[in-house]
C-alpha cells in the first residue's frame, strides 16, 4: 500500500516570509497528489492538486512541486499570513481501485507576527 | 447551504464505556466517508458508505466499532466498549459522485474531539 510521510511535524515562521512543507510518498505509480489545509476546530479543506504530468501547479499564493525522481512533492506559501496557521496534510490518491486518499501525518505551521 | 455537521463536537469518555458519533452529510452526496486522526499521526481512513451501502470497511479498527447508515442520510459510528488507543479526532466527509471524483468535491465536516480516559 502507499505511505505518506511529512518531513516536519511543526514549522514555525514569521509573518511575511515564505514557508515551504514537505512531504515524501512511497509508490512511485502514484499519479495524483492532494493538498489539505485544517484550520483549528474545522475539518481538512482542499487547497490545490497535481497530477504526475505536472511538475509545477501554482494558485493563489500557493504552489506544489513535484518531483517524481525522489517521490517529494512540497507546497510553498508566499507571503505567508497568520490566517495561513494551520495544520496542512499532503495525500496520495490510489492509481487504481477507490478513490479515498491515502494521508500523511500533517505538519502544523505556526505563523508569528 | 448547510456543510457536514457531526456531533458532538467533543465527548469525554471513561474506558469500557460506549460512545455513539453522528455525521450528517451534505444533502444529496450519496457518499459518506469516515476518518481518524490520532493526535500527531496521519488521518487514517474507517470505512465508506455509498448511500446505506458498506463499500469499503477496510479501515475499521476491530469489532468495537459499528457504522451505519439507515436511509441513506445520515451516519453513526459507535465505539462500544472504549479504549485508550481509540482517542483522536474523528472526521466525517461526504461527496456527490464517486464517478466524477475531484478533491475539491469531497467535503469534511469539523470532527468530533473523542478522550477516552
Known amino acids: 500500500g502507499e505511505s505518506v510521510g511529512l518531513h516536519l511535524p511543526t514549522l514555525s515562521v514569521q509573518e511575511g516570509d515564505n514557508s515551504i512543507i514537505n512531504c515524501a510518498y512511497s509508490n512511485s505509480a502514484s499519479d495524483y497528489f492532494i493538498w489539505y489545509k485544517q484550520e483549528s476546530g474545522k475539518g481538512p479543506q482542499f487547497i490545490i492538486d497535481?497530477?504526475?504530468?505536472?511538475d509545477k501547479r501554482q494558485g493563489q499564493r500557493v504552489t506544489v512541486l513535484l518531483n517524481k525522481t525522489v517521490k517529494h512533492l512540497s507546497l510553498q506559501i508566499a507571503a505567508t499570513q497568520p490566517g495561513d496557521s494551520a495544520v496542512y496534510f499532503c495525500?496520495?490518491?490510489?492509481?487504481?481501485?477507490?478513490?479515498?486518499?491515502?494521508f500523511g501525518r500533517g505538519t502544523s505551521l505556526i505563523v508569528h507576527p | 447551504e448547510a456543510g457536514v455537521t457531526q456531533f458532538p463536537s467533543h465527548s469525554v469518555i471513561e474506558k469500557g464505556q460506549t460512545v455513539t458519533l453522528r455525521c450528517d452529510p451534505i444533502s444529496g452526496h450519496d457518499n459518506l466517508y469516515w476518518y481518524r486522526r490520532v493526535m500527531g499521526k496521519e488521518i487514517k481512513f474507517l470505512l465508506h458508505f455509498v448511500k446505506e451501502s458498506k463499500q469499503d470497511e477496510s479501515g475499521m479498527p476491530n469489532n468495537r466499532f459499528l457504522a451505519e447508515r439507515t436511509g441513506g442520510t445520515y451516519s453513526t459510528l459507535k465505539v462500544q466498549p472504549a479504549e485508550l488507543e481509540d482517542s483522536g479526532v474523528y472526521f466525517c466527509?461526504?461527496?456527490?459522485?464517486?464517478?466524477?471524483?475531484?478533491?475539491?468535491?469531497?467535503?469534511f465536516g469539523s470532527g468530533t474531539q473523542l478522550s477516552v480516559l
Open positions: 495525500a496520495v490518491r490510489p492509481t487504481r481501485g477507490s478513490y479515498i486518499p491515502t
Open positions: 497535481i497530477r504526475s504530468n505536472m
Open positions: 466527509a461526504s461527496s456527490q459522485d464517486d464517478q466524477d471524483w475531484a478533491p475539491e468535491k469531497l467535503f
